[in-house]
């Protein structure tokens, strides 16, 4: 029991085995979270927003193909909902001043990286969001051009705008002198 | 001519087939090697971006209820146990109807032993039937035992496949 294969828990999940879910949200819960956190830039609807995205997982594990990787299929749902969310409120969360702990006592090397990372998400979190969310796909999730086209259901030469303005957009923000 | 935009986000994305231009145009060109180096820097934040952790288990709602388990088998086994009985009580009751039913099988051995039995039960059923006859005068009670019989087997049997076919599932 201690090594099951996912395809073992979603089988007995089927089954209604909550439990054997609640072991394929503890493995890829983390990653899951990283995706909407990556999305929406805003730590506690990221996390409302996994939550979300395992419990209709739950309840549609009976649609989900055994043969397909759990993994990747979890977190494109994740990337989906995210963008329906976002579209669904049509308020861009225009840059959350999002300081969860106090930089002044975390050591100097840790504070930059936290600050870098800080300017990604700034600057993330000021792209559209359908912008957002093919960067999600591509450089995150690793998705080719098609089939971002696919999971997102538009044409492949609206993909490849979107994402090379996107990253037009996140150098200019990122690399611009003091930003 | 420079290398467009496309031509620079495709050469990384690995989703170009004139990588060979591409690459010599980069070499002999500072400019628009530039360009690229800009966006490959973008590509290099990207990746930095660390792996944040979770303040709360998303798992919480998805423990199981830890009393059944253990409660499930016990009542799956005694259900099991049940059925067996009243299986087994079935058929001792309907063996000797069958045999009646259909002499032209002509089981010899097993059918006088059958025909024994059904003597027995048949005189059983006598007063079984004899107690409901008031109600019902007009038809001749042999008959009617028999197809009460061959109704209540018919429903246990019924009962018994069913729920045999329910409960494998549940087991496997
Ligand atoms: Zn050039």
């Given at each position: 029991?201690n ?12 089954r ?7 072991e ?34 739950y309840?549609?594990i009976?649609?989900f193909?055994?043969e ?6 979890i ?61 999600e ?20 030469s ?22 | ?24 145009h980069?070499?002999?060109c ?12 973008v590509?290099?934040e ?7 952790a ?35 009580t079935?058929?001792?009751i309907?063996a ?9 099988l ?15 039960w ?6 079984l ?6 109600t ?12 009460l019989?061959?109704a209540?087997v ?9 729920n ?9």
């Amino acid at each position: 029991m201690n090594a099951s294969s996912d395809r073992d828990l979603i089988v007995l999940a089927r089954r209604g085995d909550a439990g054997a879910f609640g072991e394929l949200v503890t493995r890829y819960q983390v990653n899951v979270f990283n995706v909407c956190y990556r999305i929406l830039h805003e730590r506690g609807e990221a996390e409302d927003l996994a939550q979300e995205v395992f419990i209709r997982a739950y309840n549609r594990i009976h649609t989900f193909d055994i043969e397909r990787e759990f993994g990747p299929w979890i977190r494109r749902v994740a990337a989906n909902l995210c963008l329906n969310h976002l579209e669904s409120q049509k308020v861009t969360t225009e840059i959350n001043d999002e300081q969860d702990a106090d930089p002044a006592q975390l050591p100097e090397a840790v504070q930059e990286v936290r600050e870098r990372s800080e300017q990604i998400h700034q600057a993330m979190s000021s792209l559209p969001a359908h912008y957002r969310v093919i960067i999600e796909l591509r450089h995150y999730q690793e998705l080719t051009y098609d089939e971002i086209a696919v999971e997102l259901n538009i044409p492949l030469s609206d993909v490849k705008s979107h994402l090379f303005r996107a990253r037009k957009i996140l150098a200019e923000k990122l690399h611009a002198p003091d930003r | 001519m420079h290398l467009t935009d496309e031509q620079l986000n495709e050469y990384l994305d690995e989703a170009t087939n004139e990588r060979a231009q591409i690459e010599a145009h980069l070499s002999s060109c500072d400019e628009c090697a530039a360009r690229l180096s800009t966006l490959q820097n973008v590509f290099a934040e990207l990746d930095s971006l660390p792996e944040v952790a979770l303040t709360r288990n998303l798992a919480a709602p998805f423990t199981p209820r830890p009393s059944l388990p253990a409660q499930l088998p016990k009542f799956l086994t005694l259900t099991v146990t049940l059925q067996a009985a009243v299986a087994l009580t079935a058929i001792i009751i309907a063996a000797p109807f069958i045999a009646q039913l259909i002499p032209v099988l002509e089981l010899s051995s097993l059918s006088s032993v059958f025909i024994q039995l059904q003597t027995q039960w048949a005189s059983w059923l006598d007063t079984l039937s004899q107690f409901q006859m008031p109600t019902l005068p007009t038809i001749p009670f042999e008959l009617s035992s028999i197809y009460l019989m061959s109704a209540v087997v018919g429903v246990f049997m019924l009962w018994l496949v069913g729920n045999g076919l329910l409960l494998r599932n549940q087991i496997k």
